[in-house]
């Protein structure tokens, strides 16, 4: 009875607006930041791209430190195909994941930290290769994760010299922030140092990782970051290089299975800990990719996405190519190059060719929801969420209801 009374009261605009807002809140958003995107120019602008990580990401920052040619990239063969008029250090036969992201999000190249006279003011790149998220990992080699992000805090400060602290600010929290380590620990770190299998089981070590890496996202979230991308690790048993040191390659599949779980292990680990702290960090949002199932299928059907040979290195030496000889300055001299790089799942024993970064780029700026997610990359530089928000919280026509609570 009462309800019926009610209902008689209620007038066909409150109606409307119950529907509206109890039954549509998705449409009203949608509507909002449709409006928004054809208003406001703010919207098609891309963020900045700040790049933290190890050589699956390095432009060139190791060119600039005293380590051995193991961690560099700055002679040929790499960088071979023609893109560059060089090698620049990038641990391709060409560009690396990240130039492709950067131009979908239409910057230019990210350049290296360490170039000189380098501009941050689209973002920068703090890569190097062999570093690890522990300090520990190929130590004095490498610009290992801390460093990198005392680096970090040196560019905010001059990026807030340079533009204003409120415009720096906003850059900061708009930009994406992309993170790719974690390999070196396992491999360098753990599996080539006996000293630290004898101290920690694998589980505590995956941890340790673990713990290291979320420490650097908080870092990075303190310091206004908000949208971050993470490429997981790849099956790292199944590198030419693992597969040549595999003492039981017949009974593995060739992989050496250690590597690989060290690596699944990591990206569950990280897998969780991002699901966490998407609901402690407000504001934060994230793009994860799979990179492990992603390469497994390539590898294990290299045809199918145009590849001739999954398994062995086009620049190595030894089985699989797995000798890291490519270029000849190491201790061994002798290494054999393929004809066609873009046959190729692997360039060297350790890295992938161009198109297998060209094509998990494409992956993550826009692929189906079995290669990334929640947000794909795209989601991440075109949309501006902040101003949306405050839109839509400060619009005077909703201000009335509990929509606010409902955000
Ligand atoms: C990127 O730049 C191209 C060419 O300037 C333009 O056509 C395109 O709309 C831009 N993309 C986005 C998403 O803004
Ligand atoms: C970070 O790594 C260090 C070793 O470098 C370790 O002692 C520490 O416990 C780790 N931190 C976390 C939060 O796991
Ligand atoms: C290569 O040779 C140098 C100098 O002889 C030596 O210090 C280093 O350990 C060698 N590296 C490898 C990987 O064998």
Redesign the pocket.
Known sequence: MRSINLEALINPMARLLFCLVFLNISVILLVLIGVKASSGSSLEKSSAFFIFGDSTVDPGNNNYIHT?P?NQANFKPYGQNGFFDGPTGRFSNGLVIVDFIASYANLSLIPPFLEPSADYSYGVNFASGGAGVLPETHQGLAIDLPTQLKYFEEVKKSLTEKLGEAEADELISEAVYFISIGSNDYMGGYLGNPKMQENYQPEDYVAMVIGNLTEAIQVLYEKGGRKFGFLSLSPLGCLPALRALNPNKDSENGCFEAGSALAAAHNNALKGVLTSIEYIFEGFKYSNSNFYTWLEDRMNNPSNYGFKDGINACCGFGPYGGMLTCGGN??ITEYNLCGNPDDHVWWDSFHPTERIHEQFAKALWDGPSSSVGPFNLRDLFFSKEKLTIADIVDAPHLKDTSFSNII
């Open positions: 051995i193991e190491k201790n």
